[in-house]
């Protein structure tokens, strides 16, 4: 049972270049979501999706677009990325949005210079 | 906004020791959850705690919830080496109506067990 898968691991961007992260769970969630995490600052969201077809905005959702075509993808695209950029980028999913505990992938180390 | 605000923001104990580590939070909520972190790994959740319940056990966890302070505490007993991590708490606030609830974290705390 692989939970949710992250790629790639690893990523160095140049400014201004687009590139996709990508998210997929084989637990058949309904919930899935986008953070990032920045030393001092916690985990903050970026985008969630409450079902296929359905996504909505969180905390810090400007640079990032998302979309949800399958229940198990749930990619998330740096436009023209930027140095504020530079993050650890998690995944997550759960069964619902209703008392729900979620379930990490294990991150994207993401460097923009 | 960080709804979760952990105390101490760091923490260091010898084995065998316990750990107790602090959440508090501004607004009402549905409930609390704890999770925890290993050196470049994703959040493992630990345990949730409804609003409507004070104290919960999960192994060598405690979780204890006063919804009038809005405070929560982790308590983790006989600490081992391996309880080294960074641990979040995550609250689910009451949504208003139509609106969608979302989990915010913490900063995190970083506990270090020494051998």
């Known amino acids: 049972n692989a939970g949710v898968t992250q790629t790639p691991k690893f990523q160095v961007l140049k400014t201004g270049q687009s590139m996709t992260l990508q998210c997929a769970q084989d637990?058949?969630?309904?919930?899935m979501s986008w953070y990032r995490q920045d030393p001092g600052m916690g985990l903050r969201l970026i985008h969630y999706?409450?079902?296929?077809?359905?996504?909505d905005q969180g905390e810090v959702p400007n640079g990032y677009n998302v979309s949800r075509s399958t229940t198990e993808d749930f990619p998330l695209r740096l436009l023209s990325a930027a140095p504020s950029q530079t993050s650890v980028y998690f995944c997550?999913?759960?069964?619902?949005?209703?008392?729900?505990?979620?379930?990490f992938g294990n991150g994207t180390r993401l460097t923009v210079t | 906004s960080q709804q979760g605000e952990e105390d101490p923001q760091a923490l260091s104990i010898q084995e065998g020791e316990n750990a107790t580590m602090n959440c508090s939070y501004k607004?009402?909520?549905?409930?609390l959850q704890w999770y925890r972190q290993n050196s470049g790994r994703g959040l493992v959740h630990l345990i949730l705690?409804?609003?409507?319940?004070r104290e919960k056990h999960s192994g060598r966890l405690r979780v204890t919830l006063d919804t009038s302070k809005k405070s929560s505490s982790l308590l983790i007993t006989a600490s081992r080496a391996a309880d080294t991590a960074s641990y979040f708490c995550?609250?689910?606030?009451?949504?208003?109506?139509?609106?969608?609830?979302?989990?915010?974290f913490g900063k995190g705390i970083t506990l270090s067990v020494r051998p």
């Open positions: 997550a999913s759960s069964y619902s949005m209703s008392a729900y505990t979620l379930h």
């Open positions: 637990m058949n969630h309904e919930y």
């Open positions: 999706s409450v079902g296929a077809g359905i996504t």
């Open positions: 607004t009402s909520i549905n409930n």
């Open positions: 705690i409804r609003s409507n319940e």
């Open positions: 995550a609250t689910d606030a009451l949504a208003q109506t139509g609106a969608n609830s979302k989990l915010t």
